[in-house]
């Protein structure tokens, strides 16, 4: 499975000593229920097996390894994330767990382009200005129907 190795390798979860905090951002009802948190060392959610917020992890911790720039909309990859050649080779499968991800995703940016925009743009700056990104092999996400 693929995202099984993220319990193992925990690399999203941890800064390196030295390294600057990574501020976690979080939609406007996320920020209600935790608040605010940076992830300096080790992420304070983090537990032997993974997060353990479960299904109420932070948005922008389910986005990961993904960035999405909401001006292109577009999609880019972390590429100090281990997993990015089996994701990149997973998309050409519907099916497959990365294209599951994907779509999981895409649906909750949707929603939020509508509801928190800010909250896009700001991930979006973070991201950029912490991790290398390298743009995933899909087109731009298209305009929800509902708009």
Request: hydrophobic share 30%; net charge negative; proline share 7%.
């Amino acid at each position: 499975m693929l995202f099984d190795h993220c319990a193992e390798c925990k690399r999203c979860c941890n800064t390196e000593q030295g390294q600057a905090p990574l501020e976690i951002t979080l939609t406007a009802t996320e920020s209600d229920r935790i608040g605010e948190f940076c992830v300096d060392g080790n992420c304070q959610y983090l537990g032997d097996k993974g997060c353990t917020l479960g299904a109420k992890k932070p948005f922008s911790c389910t986005l990961y390894p993904l960035s999405y720039n909401p001006k292109a909309r577009r999609f880019s990859f972390d590429t100090e994330c281990p997993l990015m050649p089996i994701y990149f080779e997973q998309l050409g499968d519907p099916a497959s767990e990365a294209s599951e991800h994907l779509a999981q995703v895409s649906k909750q940016i949707q929603k939020l382009e509508a509801t928190d925009p800010e909250f896009l743009q700001t991930n979006y700056e973070i991201d950029i200005d912490y991790f290398e990104l390298k743009k995933l092999p899909t087109k731009p996400l298209t305009r929800s129907a509902s708009k």
